[in-house]
Protein backbone atom coordinates (compact mmCIF):
# COMPACT_ATOMS: atom_id res chain seq x y z
CA UNK A 1 0.00 0.00 0.00
CA UNK A 2 3.24 2.75 0.92
CA UNK A 3 4.37 1.93 -2.37
CA UNK A 4 1.11 3.12 -4.38
CA UNK A 5 0.96 6.00 -2.24
CA UNK A 6 4.49 6.77 -2.90
CA UNK A 7 3.93 6.51 -7.02
CA UNK A 8 0.53 8.65 -6.81
CA UNK A 9 2.07 11.07 -4.28
CA UNK A 10 5.62 11.26 -6.85
CA UNK A 11 2.58 11.65 -9.93
CA UNK A 12 1.21 14.84 -8.12
CA UNK A 13 4.16 16.31 -7.59
CA UNK A 14 5.40 15.68 -11.17
CA UNK A 15 2.19 17.11 -12.41
CA UNK A 16 2.18 20.38 -10.52
CA UNK A 17 5.84 21.08 -11.70
CA UNK A 18 4.99 21.05 -15.19
CA UNK A 19 4.69 24.09 -17.02
CA UNK A 20 1.46 25.33 -18.18
CA UNK A 21 0.18 24.09 -21.19
CA UNK A 22 -0.72 27.06 -23.95
CA UNK A 23 1.29 29.68 -21.73
CA UNK A 24 5.20 28.40 -22.90
CA UNK A 25 6.84 30.40 -26.04
CA UNK A 26 7.24 27.50 -27.43
CA UNK A 27 3.82 26.74 -28.02
CA UNK A 28 3.01 30.11 -29.44
CA UNK A 29 5.56 29.24 -32.45
CA UNK A 30 4.02 26.28 -32.73
CA UNK A 31 0.41 27.59 -32.92
CA UNK A 32 1.91 30.24 -35.47
CA UNK A 33 3.30 27.23 -37.39
CA UNK A 34 0.12 25.30 -37.80
CA UNK A 35 -1.82 29.02 -38.70
CA UNK A 36 0.68 29.86 -41.11
CA UNK A 37 1.16 26.38 -42.94
CA UNK A 38 -2.95 26.39 -43.14
CA UNK A 39 -3.19 29.28 -44.49
CA UNK A 40 -0.18 31.48 -45.14
CA UNK A 41 2.05 28.85 -47.01
CA UNK A 42 -0.50 29.21 -50.13
CA UNK A 43 1.03 32.05 -51.05
CA UNK A 44 4.34 32.64 -49.23
CA UNK A 45 4.93 28.51 -48.94
CA UNK A 46 5.91 26.51 -46.63
CA UNK A 47 9.43 27.06 -47.00
CA UNK A 48 8.65 30.94 -46.72
CA UNK A 49 10.69 31.88 -49.83
CA UNK A 50 7.31 32.68 -51.22
CA UNK A 51 7.72 33.24 -55.67
CA UNK A 52 9.68 35.77 -57.50
CA UNK A 53 7.08 38.51 -58.62
CA UNK A 54 4.36 36.96 -56.96
CA UNK A 55 4.26 36.63 -53.45
CA UNK A 56 7.39 38.31 -51.40
CA UNK A 57 10.17 35.78 -49.05
CA UNK A 58 9.57 36.36 -46.01
CA UNK A 59 12.77 34.41 -45.24
CA UNK A 60 15.32 36.68 -45.02
CA UNK A 61 12.71 39.79 -45.00
CA UNK A 62 14.99 42.69 -43.95
CA UNK A 63 11.02 44.13 -43.30
CA UNK A 64 9.87 41.05 -41.50
CA UNK A 65 12.63 40.87 -39.24
CA UNK A 66 12.45 44.95 -38.40
CA UNK A 67 10.15 47.01 -36.63
CA UNK A 68 7.36 44.22 -35.45
CA UNK A 69 4.51 47.12 -35.83
CA UNK A 70 4.30 47.43 -39.30
CA UNK A 71 4.44 43.43 -39.93
CA UNK A 72 1.65 43.06 -37.39
CA UNK A 73 -0.30 46.11 -39.51
CA UNK A 74 0.48 44.50 -42.54
CA UNK A 75 -1.10 40.38 -41.10
CA UNK A 76 -3.81 42.09 -39.90
CA UNK A 77 -4.77 45.01 -42.11
CA UNK A 78 -3.52 43.27 -45.57
CA UNK A 79 -2.01 45.77 -48.40
CA UNK A 80 -2.31 46.57 -51.93
CA UNK A 81 0.94 46.50 -53.00
CA UNK A 82 3.41 46.50 -56.46
CA UNK A 83 2.84 42.70 -56.25
CA UNK A 84 -0.51 42.46 -55.96
CA UNK A 85 -2.77 41.66 -52.89
CA UNK A 86 -1.94 41.13 -49.42
CA UNK A 87 -5.20 39.58 -48.20
CA UNK A 88 -6.07 41.10 -44.53
CA UNK A 89 -6.80 38.73 -41.84
CA UNK A 90 -8.48 40.12 -38.78
CA UNK A 91 -11.33 38.90 -38.96
CA UNK A 92 -9.82 35.68 -39.41
CA UNK A 93 -7.38 35.54 -36.17
CA UNK A 94 -7.32 36.83 -32.72
CA UNK A 95 -4.86 38.62 -31.17
CA UNK A 96 -2.82 35.37 -29.83
CA UNK A 97 -3.08 33.65 -33.02
CA UNK A 98 -1.88 36.76 -35.11
CA UNK A 99 1.26 37.07 -32.11
CA UNK A 100 1.65 33.65 -32.99
CA UNK A 101 1.98 33.75 -36.53
CA UNK A 102 4.08 37.13 -36.79
CA UNK A 103 6.35 35.33 -34.06
CA UNK A 104 6.78 32.09 -35.89
CA UNK A 105 7.52 33.61 -39.53
CA UNK A 106 10.29 36.09 -37.32
CA UNK A 107 11.96 32.74 -36.13
CA UNK A 108 11.44 30.59 -38.98
CA UNK A 109 14.04 29.45 -41.89
CA UNK A 110 16.74 30.49 -40.03
CA UNK A 111 15.25 34.07 -39.45
CA UNK A 112 16.32 35.60 -36.24
CA UNK A 113 13.99 37.90 -34.47
CA UNK A 114 12.41 38.74 -31.24
CA UNK A 115 8.70 37.15 -31.03
CA UNK A 116 5.91 39.39 -30.65
CA UNK A 117 3.02 39.44 -27.79
CA UNK A 118 -0.56 39.42 -27.93
CA UNK A 119 -0.85 42.80 -26.57
CA UNK A 120 0.64 44.72 -29.54
CA UNK A 121 -1.54 42.99 -31.87
CA UNK A 122 -4.48 44.68 -29.84
CA UNK A 123 -2.90 47.82 -29.84
CA UNK A 124 -2.21 48.01 -33.56
CA UNK A 125 -5.61 46.20 -34.02
CA UNK A 126 -7.00 49.19 -32.17
CA UNK A 127 -4.84 51.82 -33.77
CA UNK A 128 -5.71 50.39 -37.12
CA UNK A 129 -2.07 51.09 -38.20
C1 LIG B 1 -3.40 35.14 -51.50
C2 LIG B 1 -1.98 35.19 -51.30
C3 LIG B 1 -1.45 35.58 -49.94
C4 LIG B 1 -1.73 34.99 -48.73
C5 LIG B 1 -2.66 33.81 -48.45
C6 LIG B 1 -0.93 35.68 -47.75
N1 LIG B 1 -0.19 36.65 -48.34
FE1 LIG B 1 1.18 37.85 -47.46
N2 LIG B 1 1.46 38.85 -49.19
C7 LIG B 1 0.87 38.54 -50.40
C8 LIG B 1 1.29 39.51 -51.41
C9 LIG B 1 0.90 39.51 -52.88
C10 LIG B 1 2.14 40.42 -50.75
C11 LIG B 1 2.85 41.62 -51.36
C12 LIG B 1 1.91 42.81 -51.42
C13 LIG B 1 2.63 44.00 -52.02
O1 LIG B 1 2.78 44.04 -53.24
O2 LIG B 1 3.06 44.86 -51.23
C14 LIG B 1 2.23 39.96 -49.37
C15 LIG B 1 3.00 40.59 -48.39
C16 LIG B 1 3.20 40.11 -47.11
C17 LIG B 1 4.10 40.70 -46.15
C18 LIG B 1 4.96 41.92 -46.36
C19 LIG B 1 6.27 41.53 -46.99
C20 LIG B 1 7.11 42.74 -47.38
O3 LIG B 1 8.30 42.54 -47.67
O4 LIG B 1 6.60 43.85 -47.43
C21 LIG B 1 4.01 39.93 -45.01
C22 LIG B 1 4.78 40.13 -43.71
C23 LIG B 1 3.05 38.88 -45.28
N3 LIG B 1 2.57 39.02 -46.56
C24 LIG B 1 2.69 37.91 -44.37
C25 LIG B 1 1.64 37.02 -44.57
C26 LIG B 1 1.11 36.17 -43.54
C27 LIG B 1 1.65 36.05 -42.13
C28 LIG B 1 0.07 35.47 -44.09
C29 LIG B 1 -0.87 34.51 -43.42
C30 LIG B 1 -1.65 35.03 -42.32
C31 LIG B 1 -0.02 35.89 -45.48
N4 LIG B 1 0.94 36.83 -45.72
C32 LIG B 1 -0.91 35.37 -46.39
C33 LIG B 1 0.03 37.48 -50.64
C34 LIG B 1 -0.49 36.64 -49.68
Redesign the pocket.
Known amino acids: MRIVLAIVIFLCLLAASLPVRGQEPGDLIKLGQG??ND??A???RTNGEGLPD???A?KG?P??LGDPAP?VG??LNG?????????A?KDT?NDREVAA??SY?RQAWGNQAPPVAPDLVAEIREKKL
Do not use: D, S, Y
Not at 79 to 87: D, H, I, S, V
Open positions: KFTCACHKFPLNFVVTVRQGRLGLMPWFIVV
